[in-house]
């Protein structure tokens, strides 16, 4: 096994700890983070957070497994992320956010899933 071919799957659980340390830490209140959010607003950051994690989700699995793993990877991850939220009282819990993380990470599953189908 060489580093080369598992790139993309160690680049996957990278960005998915990363996710998971940045949603659930305290935001301070200056910060680039702030300033991204204000400027695109909160939801385009969690969609675009999710489309990238969903989009590594499905270069790190195999062709076989069309959208099985990465749609229930976007759904365990969304709702386990919210309920931190509901718990840590420097969070807010809001469902919107969720879908959004849902519908980014699906549309990256789909987009590299169309893009394999078509070009590979």
Do not use: W
Request: glycine residues 4%; proline residues 3%.
């Amino acid at each position: 096994m060489n580093i080369v071919s598992n790139l993309p799957r160690v680049t996957f659980f990278f960005y998915l700890f990363y996710i998971y340390y940045s949603y659930v830490r305290p935001v301070p209140e200056v910060s680039i983070v702030r300033d991204v959010a204000s400027t695109i607003s909160d939801y385009g950051v969690h969609f675009i957070a999710f489309f990238v994690l969903g989009a590594l989700a499905q270069l790190s699995n195999n062709k076989s497994n069309n959208f099985i793993f990465g749609i229930s990877l976007a759904l365990i991850t969304s709702v386990f992320i919210e309920f931190i939220h509901f718990i840590l009282p420097f969070r807010d819990f809001v469902i919107m956010e969720g879908f959004a993380n849902i519908v980014g990470c699906v549309l990256g599953i789909y987009l590299i899933n169309y893009i394999r189908s078509k070009y590979v």
